[in-house]
């Protein structure tokens, strides 16, 4: 990038502007609860969670904050712990539309913690939200010293996005066959 | 699964009407020679490769013979070296619809090697194709044996599906706006 050249909006400082409650360490215990509502961590042990969440930081969103904002680039993907996220994307004229509403045990933003492309959509705080994120630095950081637990998270990675291809790309066939 | 309940096809079986060419290693230098032109394989060493070729299996499909039918269970992804390869997926009322066609460095089948979830759609060779073939059980072997390499393969997977999602996500929400 040339240095005279506008930097992209990274999403680190909406995260700057959020309130960091610590290292997920501190909620090994609350992380762990959750893996049973979560797709995420199904399949990991206790102690996988504990190692994992030396490498993750908490932070706290409250209603009416966002956490992620389409368009903006991006490197961490997050883990919500308590709370309520809606996801709004910017339709063709502009206006935000809902997509969905996300809760505790949901992972957001893997896309872009992967490959540092934009946002696809903005992830904004309903209630008072505490997540934990791993950021794209920290994901390489696993990888090296716990080969394992990277693969791991990495086949989840696969797993999860493969399965949503699937289910975008039917979608889209139906549409395109004009189906209702 | 119950003993007297039918098996889904596997699509191992359509490899074994192909004709098995022997061990990826004997054409490392062919598929060295596809980095250049692969997505996948753009960021692998000569080593990356000459380790992976060894984990890999090549076979040779005849103009017409099927390599991958939509619908069978699926475990494993391929590497193109030489051919033509169409994709097909049947249409709402069974007709089989052209969706494109792939050469030399494409990869295909990278979804079911991961998930094992049924292919999503029908490989049909139209020219003398040579391709490569990756099992998940050699994926889960590269990863104990070779857990860097392992996670390099991982990142590459995750980066092409996001990829993927991205652009048909995209594209779906242009339909569902009633975009043309």
């Known amino acids: 990038?040339?240095?005279?050249e506008p930097e992209l909006a990274?999403?680190?400082?909406?995260?700057l502007h959020l309130e960091n409650i610590g290292k997920g360490t501190a909620l090994t215990g609350e992380i762990s609860g959750l893996v049973g509502r979560s797709q995420f961590f199904a399949e990991f042990s206790r102690e996988d969670i504990a190692v994992l969440a030396e490498y993750m930081d908490v932070y706290r969103a409250q209603p009416g904050e966002i956490i992620i904002r389409e368009g903006d680039t991006g490197d961490f993907m997050l883990l919500i712990i308590e709370g309520d996220v809606d996801i709004l994307k910017k339709g063709v004229r502009g206006e935000q539309?809902?997509?969905?509403?996300?809760?505790p045990g949901m992972t957001l933003g893997e896309m872009s913690m992967i490959d540092?492309?934009?946002?696809?959509?903005?992830?904004?705080?309903?209630?008072?939200?505490?997540?934990?994120v791993l950021t794209r630095d920290n994901m390489a950081k696993?990888?090296?010293?716990?080969?394992?637990?990277?693969?791991k998270i990495l086949v989840k990675?696969?797993?999860?996005?493969?399965l949503r291809l699937r289910q975008t790309s039917a979608k889209l066939l139906h549409y395109m066959e004009g189906g209702r």
């Not at 990274?10 to 995260?15: A, F, K, R, V, Y």
């Not at 809902?98 to 809760?103: A, D, F, I, K, Y």
């Open 1 to 4: 990038m040339a240095q005279d």
């Open 10 to 15: 990274s999403d680190q400082e909406n995260l």
């Open 97 to 103: 539309q809902h997509m969905t509403s996300v809760g």
């Open 116 to 132: 540092g492309e934009p946002r696809f959509a903005t992830c904004l705080a309903t209630r008072t939200t505490v997540f934990a």
């Open 142 to 151: 696993i990888i090296l010293d716990h080969p394992s637990l990277g693969s």
């Open 157 to 162: 990675l696969v797993t999860m996005l493969s």
